[in-house]
T-cell receptor, first 113, second 113 residues
């Protein structure tokens, strides 16, 4: 039973570029949430996808956008990258939108130069 | 005042020691509570949910004090493998979606031989 998988695991971009991160949820899960974790901080909620719609959004600018596909996988897109976007981006899946019991992927570590 | 506050540590303890982590939350409407564990440069993993009556899972005991808005995690007989950062997580809404989950910054534990 595959857990949550994310790709790529590491990437380096320069300011102003765009990035797409991908996530496949754990088998049987239909809800995907994305988090940003800066060094020394707890994860910060970006948004949640359920039934291919963005259901809830955290305090992140419109540069952050996403998508969920019919197979429940998801993408996170970040445009016009800033140095401050450097972080670990975590995808979490769950069997329902309304639970605090999340399964996280190993994350995509983004460095913006 | 931060929504979820934890002592950042690090807590350096010998094997076999008992260690307690504390967490306070600012929103009295908070409804459900969790402890997650995050190994260095890895993803968070759910350790346990915290119930009003307190709950135990092997060497781990979680307690909730709603009146004081305080959550604790006790680890007995510490093992080297317990070394990790422990994240306190609060859900502002009972059965609420992940947008209502607030993560603390975490408390780092280092268990030494």
């Amino acid at each position: 039973d595959a857990g949550v998988t994310q790709s790529p695991t590491h990437l380096i971009k320069t300011r102003g570029q765009q990035v797409t991160l991908r996530c496949s949820p754990k088998s049987g899960h239909d809800t995907v949430s994305w988090y940003q974790q800066a060094l020394g901080q707890g994860p910060q909620f970006i948004f949640q996808y359920y039934e291919e719609e963005e259901r809830q959004r955290g305090n992140f600018p419109d540069r952050f956008s996403g998508h969920q596909f019919p197979n429940y996988s998801s993408e996170l897109n970040v445009n016009a990258l800033l140095l401050g976007d450097s972080a670990l981006y975590l995808c979490a899946s769950s069997f329902t939108p309304n639970t605090g019991e999340l399964f996280f992927g190993e994350g995509s570590r983004l460095t913006v130069l | 005042r931060k929504e979820v506050e934890q002592d950042p540590g690090p807590f350096n303890v010998p094997e076999g020691a008992t260690v307690a982590f504390n967490c306070t939350y600012s929103n009295s409407a908070s409804q459900s509570f969790f402890w997650y564990r995050q190994d260095c440069r890895k993803e968070p993993k759910l350790l346990m949910s915290v119930y009003s009556s307190g709950n135990e899972d092997g060497r781990f005991t979680a307690q909730l004090n709603r009146a004081s808005q305080y959550i604790s995690l006790l680890i007995r007989d510490s093992k080297l493998s317990d070394s990790a950062t422990y994240l306190c997580v609060v859900n502002l809404v009972y059965g609420g979606s992940q947008g209502n989950l607030i993560f603390g910054k975490g408390t780092k534990l280092s268990v030494k031989p």
